[in-house]
């Protein structure tokens, strides 16, 4: 019996698949997998770009994958002092819920602070107070945001509910001019410390930026370290009364609970329920389309594994004569892979092009909103993914079913 190659071989199959292969099968699987795998594809890219800002990646600049909520304890009646702070347990107990990404303290100031400036002529003076936080829950990042005690300056980024107030609650009554966050940030302001000795002590400072996410007159922490060290040694560390906690906003229905059932209060910005409430419509509505899209592909693989078992069906004795005849039951099966992967492939790259087609039409609007920054990698990454699974288990298909016509027998 002579061995024949798998070239010789491919004659006889191709007319075997010609006779026995049905195009409307074949037609009807790669449609309804060019419609299964392109609103997979789809959804995911439509999450993506309503998720990342322009420039950004995944996971380094996310829009809508969090928010930031400052919370506190409820205060009713007249509130004991020291009853209002969170203790390490309750800080622990928040740092370990679900909803919770990260959570930064607010570090108060141990000593009195007095800010004078000159605006029109006039000089202002008012008490005031600093609190720090940690750097990474910022919404700015302001230059020369650090305190050398050698060559004190203190740099403090102010709220821009502040800026609105002193604007339209406050200048136009006393007759002080308007000022803007350039203007102001110009304008020299000295502060004056007093700690528990009593003794004044006198640093310039100024306004180096203005926050939407924090309703406080903010320093760096360098500094609050240092000036609690300074102007109350000795005295014990002040638990915070405030905490900022980065949030899951997918999850902001149990952090909702959390806080009523702790009697705690919250003072985040309203932008920033909405974004949550952005968040987990995008998130459920890309998972529906994506899981109709999984069903419809799922269907249509189901469609070619059946159509390929037809066809070796139908073509059993004569796919057992050509083994008889030397041919090897990969050289038989090789013209139907090739046939298997090509449809695959070309199903594949017809859904990446409907994901970008459909891209262009929702790009624009999302960059208005500046979205749709996201890189198309992770999709193509899927189909490629698809491609490779669904072709090589349809390869495995026939060449175990033609090994065990070899073995067997017609």
Known sequence: MTSHTSTSAGAPVRHLLRRNI??????????ANIVGLSIILTAL?????????????AGTDPYLSSSFEVISKRVEGIG????????????????AQPWAKRVGEFTPSQ????????????????????????????DIHPRDWDFDPTHPFIPVVLSKDYLALYNFGFATPQ?????????????????????????????????????SRLNTIAVPQSFMDWAN????????????????????PLLSADMDRYLIDHDLDTSADRADEGTGRIARFTAIASGVVSII?????????????????????KSRSRLYRLMLLGYSPRDVGQQLERLVALINLGVTVTAVAAMFAARSFWRPALADLDLG??????????????????????????????????LHGA
């Open 22 to 31: 049905s195009p409307a099968q074949l037609i009807g699987y790669a449609v």
């Open 45 to 57: 890219m439509f999450y993506a770009d309503a998720t990342i800002t322009p420039g950004g990646s």
């Open 80 to 95: 004991l002092t020291g009853a209002a702070m969170f203790t390490p347990a309750e800080i622990a107990d928040i740092k």
């Open 111 to 138: 000593f009195t602070v007095n800010a004078s400036v000159s605006l029109g002529g006039r000089g202002l003076s008012s008490y005031l107070f600093m609190e720090s936080i940690p750097d990474d829950f910022f």
């Open 175 to 211: 007759g002080l001019p308007q000022l803007s966050e350039g203007v102001i940030s110009s304008v020299p302001v000295t502060f004056t410390i007093t700690g528990v000795d009593g003794r004044p002590v006198t640093i310039p400072g100024g306004i180096v930026g203005f926050s």
């Open 229 to 248: 060290s300074r102007f109350s040694p000795g005295a014990p560390a002040v638990q915070p009364g405030r905490l900022i906690v980065e949030c899951d």
């Open 293 to 313: 899209g999984i069903v419809i592909s799922a269907m249509a693989v189901g469609i070619l594994f059946l159509s390929i078992w037809l066809i070796l069906q």
């Open 373 to 406: 920054g996201a890189s198309a990698l992770q999709e193509i990454a899927v189909a490629a993914a698809f491609f490779l699974v669904v072709t090589g288990a349809n390869i495995a298909t026939i060449r175990r079913h033609l090994h065990r016509l070899w």
